[in-house]
């Protein structure tokens, strides 16, 4: 974030530990301190005779000057006691500043994987810069499954009303949709309160995060020796039609006797010899294949199987927060 501070908020000796606080996140990468006054903030005394902040805030101070309009970080926060809209108090500010931003997900181990390999291939540089340089500036959390989903974000919320401060966090989870357009039960529940509680959030188009795995990594991982393990059954997942690709049960396979007529429907005109290979799966750890093999990826091949720049938005939502 850019944090600015009005010099009113520096007027107390007792809001400087806060103030501190805010500060030292500032040295350790996560925000940038956006100083539009030097002089009203050096004629408050907070910054006399301590060697660490005076640093940082010359350093800070001639940043300000040359990168006051740069497009990152796109938050901003205003630490001031006066009654300013979109103001917080020292207290507040400095909650609100050391608080990683949090990305609630189903299952933050293979969730994890997927955001990671996103954020490296395809975020802005300045995104990824503040990864390395400080790499607990952004927290991945989840309940373990997506019907405890709606539960966690509402702890969320209400920690943030409780502190008094905004909502800083996104919410991202597959669909589990077996068809196009179609979001299972608990997703719709997510996307309700979401939209009630103005968090952000993305719910993907596509079946699970496993339908985003490229080609090339299916390639990598499976060779093409005919008689290899799940070689053609990578054959036959190409010659889905790109809908048919989008909600195939990766991880489990296709029973598709156990579906209902709308699904029996969807993969209408598929040989008997694909769906017996479709129905095999490629198991509940293939999303680990992403990092396995990602010397074979690329910012094209992701995009290109994404199809819809679903997984630009999401960076954008990250981003915004940042």
Known sequence: MKVRIAPDACAEQTDWRFLDNIISKVADGWHIWQIEDPEAIEKTGWIDGRVWLRELFQKAALASAYSSYSNFPKREILVSNQAISGALPPRQAAEYATTPLIILMENRFTDGIFINIVLDFLAPNEINEQRRNAPNSIYYDSPGGIGELPKLVEDYVDRAKKSQIPVRFIVFTDSDGTIPSEIQDNAKRVRQLCEQENVPYWILNKRTIENYIPDEVLE???????????????????????????????????????????????????????????????????????????????????????????????????????
Do not use: C
């Not at 290899?228 to 990766?250: F, I, T």
């Open 220 to 322: 990598a991982w499976i060779p093409s020796n005919p008689n290899y393990e799940k070689r053609r059954l990578v054959d036959a997942v190409k010659r889905l039609n790109s809908a048919q690709r989008d909600h195939y049960p990766m991880k489990k396979g296709l029973k598709l006797s156990q579906t209902s007529s709308a699904v029996q429907a969807f993969y209408h005109g598929i040989s008997d010899a694909d769906i017996t290979e479709l129905s095999k799966g490629f198991g509940k750890d293939v999303i680990e294949k992403l990092g396995e093999f990602r010397d074979m990826l690329t910012p094209e091949a992701l995009r290109q199987r994404d199809g819809q720049n679903e997984l630009d938005h999401l960076i954008e939502l990250i981003a915004a927060e940042l």
